[in-house]
């Protein structure tokens, strides 16, 4: 049988083993990258939140990680943490600068 000069049918034309070899190994190379990628950011989350705690810690207000006060605490005696002109509380003018 000669194939030189004849076409392949196109429903009998197919990715075969190569092919699958090739997805599975693109899904491979995806999964590991998500899985490195998410315990990087947790990585991130971790020392960032361990920062804030030791920022705190060194200001003298405890704090839960994520920046909120402790549950059960509002903060200091229920002061806005930003008031209307762009100042924390018991920031001056002058510290503001």
Same mark, same amino acid.
């Given at each position: 049988?000669?194939? *030189?000069g004849q076409?392949?049918? %196109? ?14 190994a693109l ?10 990628? #998410? ?6 989350? *971790?020392?960032?939140?361990? $920062?804030?705690? $030791?920022?705190?810690?060194? *200001?003298? #207000? %405890?704090? $839960? ?7 059960? #605490? #509002?903060?200091?005696?229920? *002061?806005? %943490? ?12 002058? $510290?503001?600068r």
């Open positions: 049988m000669n194939l *030189a076409t392949p049918e %196109p429903s009998t034309v197919t990715p075969g083993i190569e092919g699958f070899l090739t997805f599975a899904a491979v190379i995806v999964i590991v990258l998500v899985l490195i990628m #998410s315990r990087h950011l947790r990585r991130i989350d *971790a020392r960032a939140a361990r $920062e804030e705690a $030791e920022r705190a810690a060194e *200001a003298g #207000s %405890p704090t $839960e990680p994520g920046g909120t006060p402790p549950t059960g #605490s #509002s903060g200091p005696a229920g *002061a806005d %943490p930003v008031d209307g002109a762009g100042t924390a509380p018991g920031e001056s003018e002058r $510290e503001q």
